[in-house]
């Protein structure tokens, strides 16, 4: 296949449909670090994991499209080279002597998909784009997670490099896509289930689940097939609750690889109280529901209980 000169691509105005391969990366745990190294020094950690990004993405032929704060998207004219890229990132920052937080180096984690995409205004839309970003928030600190559609235009040499760990339905979609981790490191050998009979089988071991969730008396259950249940201070939630801590879209709960997870995208966070006393706090993150407990937004349930949502997690 010939390379897409991407400075050409991007330099049109006019709207151009287009194949490419589509990178996300994200440092893990900012707030941590903003936390501890305190504003100047964290924002300056930031910034040199972002001039990484950049310059790894530039060495293999990419294009960055944006950074948002510790994120950075950039599309390639070959998966090949989004994974070489991606590659570099991972060595460098995890490697690199100054990007450390409490004698613990800095991860990133990184999502590919190739697909087609509209490029306008030296930017790009479309499905596929959604799809590479959904892939980096299934990543987990030093992975790199990809799809079947980006590994089916993989060299061997990088098909070679890459393990199926699972099948998801991803949002917006109606049919499952196959989960891929790319093996960055030598040393990461780890042998799996031929991929071929790895779908079912995860299906077989799911056991069914249900999730109880109850507000001031009213009570939503939640299955396998319930996809996601919002919560916030906007009438469109299936929760209403309203307050001034309280964001409009405040959290959401989704049905994920056969578990629940919690996913605060509000300014205050969210507060979770296990049945046995354990507090838990996320924001812009997300935490998996295990057996009972209460869940504040915003503030401890303990602090205004007649806010507080009670949760329930059975077999």
Known sequence: MPQIRLDYVYNRAVSKDIELAILFADVVGSTRIYEVMGDLRARNMVLMCVDIMRTATEAHGGSVIKTIGDEIMATFPTADSALNAASQMQHEIGSHTSLKVENQPVAIRIGCHYGPVVVENRDIFGAAVHTANRMTSQAKAGQIMTTGAMVHQLSPEWRSAVRQIDVTMLRGKSNEDELYEVLWQKEDTTSMLPS????????????????RVSYQGNEIMMTNGHATLTMGRAEENDIVIKGNLISRIHARIEFDRNKFLLIDQSTNGTFVTSESGEDSFVRRDSLQLKGKGTIGLGRTAESNPAQSLQFSCEE
């Open 196 to 211: 071929l009979a790895l779908g079912s089988l995860l299906r077989d071991k799911q056991k069914p689940l249900r999730l």
